[in-house]
């Protein structure tokens, strides 16, 4: 693979690969994929198809500051004489820059993907990334009229439910003469890792636009997208509760344990369990492994009239309404209270330790066995009126919704009471 930096400053760094293809691909990087090395973003998929390819990476946050970006131009123009078909591609910031610097390097096609239109809160308010304005890098960043030309074709990809890209995208749409748009609904600002195939971008970068093959074509990779589905489900799950239940009984699932990241997974967890009876088969259809089983207890309630229990399938403390607690009593473990000591609930016959570190990293540890290194037990603490539980100086409280967070002060989503065992 034949490489080397054609130009460089404090700002950007760029690349020629050499390819075979009449083509040469302007590749820009993003806030992820910034200058290390000879790297070229999306390198691997365009050497695949033989491209000639100039990888235009950024070394810091700004965002391809125009004064950069012309004196790279005047440096490579020799090289790039002789390639009279350009084009454009980036995700995000380089999005941004495809767009932004069409005219400048005459790019006959620009595929951007979630691209912004500008980084100057006074532009767009986006609390993503305005932070990264510079006033003197970044003067008059926003695209503008004289960047762009009725003479290219101006192709991007984004969410349209996603506000923050949504707001850069109707400001692009008043300045672009003519934007081919496809959509990628439910997926935030995740378009690149979603649709991460060379074959799509060989497409997007040569084949002749053709809204319903794009769309055939994005599907095609979407259905065999991982990262896809959990963007979906991640995106819709708090507006569509009673789906996933649907989505159990209706498909014939099997996931595997990594399916779902930590966070997500416990959000799936929590959803089933206040709105189902929740089966082994549905969590093994999810991909997830159940550790425990439970034998019922009376608890501790928080001031939303919830149950305290430990759910041993997210390892978390968490409050569930009484109905559900009573169907998911496998996974859904009381805790109780009869006065100050060590946080403790039963299992088997067992006692278990409720313990913590500073990561909030939650872990059972029978009664005899050691703890690891950093892990702290969580302490019950009676008062005449209320009990709190607490990690070294730090209290928990719930909110509404179940969950929970360690603060300094004693409101009265930190003071829990007890409720008299049922017989």
Not at 183 to 189: A, D, I, K, S, V
Request: proline share 4%; net charge negative; charged share 25%.
């Amino acid at each position: 693979m034949e490489k080397h930096i054609i130009f460089e400053d404090e700002q950007i760094r760029a690349i020629f690969l050499k390819g075979s293809s009449e083509e040469l691909i302007f590749s820009f990087g993003d806030l992820i994929t910034r200058a290390k090395g000879l790297s070229i973003n999306a390198e691997k998929s365009l050497h695949k198809h033989g491209f000639n390819v100039i990888g235009v990476m950024p070394k810091q946050k700004s965002w391809f500051p125009e004064s950069s970006m012309r004196q790279m131009f005047a440096e490579i123009q020799e090289l790039i004489a002789p390639f009279e078909k350009r084009i454009g591609y980036g995700g995000s910031m380089g999005g941004y820059a495809a767009i932004k610097y069409s005219n400048l390097l005459d790019l006959k096609r620009v595929v951007a993907l979630v691209p912004q239109y500008s980084i100057n809160p006074e532009d767009v308010e986006d609390p993503r990334y305005n932070m990264f304005f510079h006033e003197e890098l970044n003067a008059n960043m926003q695209v503008q009229p004289q960047d762009v030309s009725a003479e290219r074709e101006y192709i991007v990809v984004y969410d349209p439910y996603y506000p923050e890209d949504r707001a850069h995208y109707l400001k692009l749409e008043q300045v672009l003469p003519h934007i081919q748009t496809l959509n990628l609904p439910f997926t935030g600002h995740d378009a690149i890792a979603v649709l991460a195939s060379s074959e799509l971008l060989h497409d997007f970068l040569v084949h002749e636009f053709d809204e319903s093959y794009f769309y055939k074509k994005i599907r095609q990779v979407k259905k065999n997208s991982k990262f896809y589905y959990r963007k979906v489900i991640e995106n819709l799950l708090p507006r569509h509760r009673n789906a996933l239940g649907s989505i159990l009984i209706n498909n014939d699932l099997q996931l595997d344990n990594q399916f779902f990241d930590a966070k997500l997974k416990q959000n799936l967890l929590r959803e089933l369990l206040r709105n189902k009876q929740v089966s082994q088969h549905d969590l093994l259809k999810l991909g997830i492994q159940v550790d425990f089983p439970q034998e019922n207890r009376s608890h501790l309630l928080d001031c939303f009239g919830h149950g305290l229990v430990f759910n041993v399938i997210s390892q978390k403390i968490e409050s569930y309404a009484a109905g559900a607690i009573a169907l998911n009593h496998k996974f859904l473990i009381p805790i109780f209270a009869k006065g100050s000591g060590l946080v403790q609930i039963n299992l088997n016959d067992e006692r278990y330790v409720v313990a913590m570190n500073d990561r909030h990293v939650m872990k059972l540890f029978k009664q005899q066995e050691p703890l690891t290194t950093g892990m702290h037990p969580l302490v019950i603490k009676k008062y005449s009126d209320f009990y709190l539980l607490s990690y070294k100086h730090l209290n928990l409280s719930n909110n509404e919704y179940g969950s929970h967070d360690f603060i300094e002060d004693t409101p009265e989503t930190a003071q829990f009471v007890t409720q008299p065992e049922l017989s």
